[in-house]
């Protein structure tokens, strides 16, 4: 019956990984599609707001379909389509809608955009009919750069009503084959132990089991960084028979440095940094004798005089010298020493180095990949609250600070002032040269605002072509300062490879508390102060100006 225990431990091993790995792959694909359909919901949002704003709130479309011409309205429904490539069918239907702008809601796995139709200044829409717009969820997501889930009509709910199917399983290759390799090895280690008869050998095996299981426990506590590489060394001196001592080198760029020590000074070692063309040659005979290590590397005296002091170069009777290896990149050396005997490692403890090595190997990989699913949440993170065009904060985004900063503003019983800022001549940047450049001109201007307003102060781009700004503690003198900088940068001419664009805007002011107290009232009040000023032909109009 013994000779069937590595094969139960092997499989029941495979079993634990394969649970450990679905189980947190479960987690984190549960975790992301929470915080993507959150962000997915913001961008079809934002996406509807575009269209809205582009097309439905215009005087032209508002007239055509309140004197009911149709063809005409059919004529830029087409222009839609190809300006907003993901929409596939726009109609006009006969009812009035119980909403302000826009409705979302989906269909067979398409998103139905409900639009009212306004005039330029938004002071009256088409009561008797609405225009719907049918979205191809799927694009858009596409479009977000997600590649994990894909919309279907059937499968889990996401947002607006949509389902989604994930486009690959839980668990993934990476997790079945390093559960099969482990597995593997831990059949292999187990089935060498059974073999050998020693006591010492079966020590070492069992010690080489426990150092793993305390090198997993270690990591997925989420410990990792310069103490991982001190336990991971620790272990390895633990496990490998005669090993004294050790070091281990991280390869950073295109060199290789000390990242941990036992027996030596470490703070001394990190001082060296080992060319590619050295390690390789360094790696080309595992096991060194005494010999090796005193004729290596002569041609630095630098480095030969840190490794002597600090390295202990010249007590050296026998060295290890294994690669951890991702793929065909080494991205980790363990150096392991005896002090006693030139015949210390085997090839044996060679063996038990590499099995050790591999296994090393692959929480580094998981590390690797665990790294680029924290980098892509936090761009999610930051697309989250930001425009991508421009950079600024996005709608939600200024909603959320401006909140804050108001409330600031009235404990600490200071002025605020909220700007909304309307680009002139920018409609005809992209009726004339397309979308393309009408971005890269917003990108610019993002840029310009970023640098015209103060660190204190709250801006952002709340879609199309309009921004809004909340300065805080700002008195007049200090907000005629400030829009006269507006003015300058907006105003500078903007040259983009061989074309020259000039933009003006048009700025409505409304005063914290003077004009009102709520942010959404402050946002209205200053669009409409903006208007005004649009209307007479001024750069900027307050809200007390407006009413009167």
């Not at 050295?278 to 060194?288: F, R, T, Y």
Request: with cysteine; aromatic share 12%.
């Amino acid at each position: 019956m013994s000779k069937f225990i590595p094969l139960l431990v092997a499989l029941l091993v495979f079993a634990v990984l394969v649970t450990i790995f679905y189980l947190s792959a479960k987690v984190h694909f549960k975790s992301y599609v929470q915080e993507l359909g959150v962000f997915f919901a913001e961008s079809v949002k934002d996406y509807a707001n575009s269209v809205s704003l582009s097309y439905f709130q215009w005087s032209k479309m508002y007239e055509l379909l309140s004197e009911d011409r149709l063809e005409e309205a059919s004529i830029l429904f087409e222009e839609l389509k190809s300006n907003f490539a993901e929409v596939e069918e726009v109609k006009i239907l006969n009812e009035s809608g119980d909403f302000d702008y826009f409705k979302i809601d989906s269909k067979n796995g398409k998103l139905h955009m409900y639009f009212k139709v306004y005039n330029d200044d938004l002071s009256d829409f088409v009561s008797s009919k609405t225009v719907l717009a049918v979205v191809d969820a799927q694009k858009l997501l596409d479009k977000s750069g997600v590649s994990q889930i894909r919309i279907s009509p059937t499968g889990k709910e996401f947002v607006y009503g949509l389902r989604y199917k994930p486009n690959k399983s839980t668990l993934d290759s990476f997790s079945i084959l390093s559960s099969v390799v482990i597995a593997l090895g831990t059949f292999l280690a187990l089935q060498m132990v059974r073999l050998r008869v020693n006591l010492s050998r079966e020590r070492t095996f069992r010690k080489l089991h426990e150092a793993l299981t305390q090198i997993s426990e270690y990591y997925l506590k989420g410990q990792n960084g310069e103490r991982l590489y001190q336990l991971i060394l620790e272990k390895a001196i633990e496990v490998v028979p005669n090993a004294q001592a050790g070091s281990v080198l991280l390869k950073k760029q295109d060199k290789h440095v000390y990242v941990a020590a036992v027996g030596y000074d470490l703070g001394e070692l990190s001082k060296i940094e080992y060319p590619e063309s050295v390690q390789k040659k360094w790696l080309e005979k595992p096991i060194k004798k005494k010999s090796d290590m005193v004729l290596f590397n002569r041609e630095d005296e630098k480095t030969l005089e840190i490794l002597k002091k600090h390295g202990r170069i010249e007590e050296i009777m026998c060295s290890l010298v294994v690669p951890v290896q991702i793929g065909k990149e080494i991205v980790l050396t363990f150096n392991l020493e005896n002090f006693e005997r030139e015949d210390a490692f085997d090839e044996e403890a060679l063996q038990i180095a590499k099995l050790f090595a591999n296994y090393v190997g692959m929480v580094f990989l998981r590390m690797k990949q665990d790294e680029q699913i924290m980098q892509q949440q936090r761009m999610m993170e930051y697309l989250y609250n930001h425009d991508p065009l421009t950079g600024l904060f996005n709608r939600r985004a200024f909603e959320e600070y401006g909140e804050k900063l108001l409330t600031l503003a009235k404990r600490e019983r200071k002025k605020a002032a909220l700007l909304f800022l309307d680009l002139r001549r920018f409609k005809g940047v992209n009726d004339k040269y397309g979308h393309e450049a009408g971005d890269l001109v917003l990108n610019v201007l993002g840029s310009r605002f970023e640098k015209a307003f103060r660190e204190s102060d709250v801006v952002a781009r709340f879609g199309g072509d309009e921004f809004v700004a909340l300065l805080y503690d700002c008195d007049r003198d200090s907000l005629t300062h400030l829009l006269d900088r507006v003015f300058q940068i907006v105003e500078e001419p903007i040259h983009l490879d061989d074309k020259t664009f000039e933009i003006g805007v048009n700025i409505g002011v409304a005063i914290y508390p003077d004009d009102a107290q709520e942010l959404d009232q402050l946002i209205r009040l200053a669009d409409m102060a903006m208007y005004y000023a649009k209307k007479k032909g001024l750069k900027y109009a307050m809200v007390s100006e407006a009413e009167k």
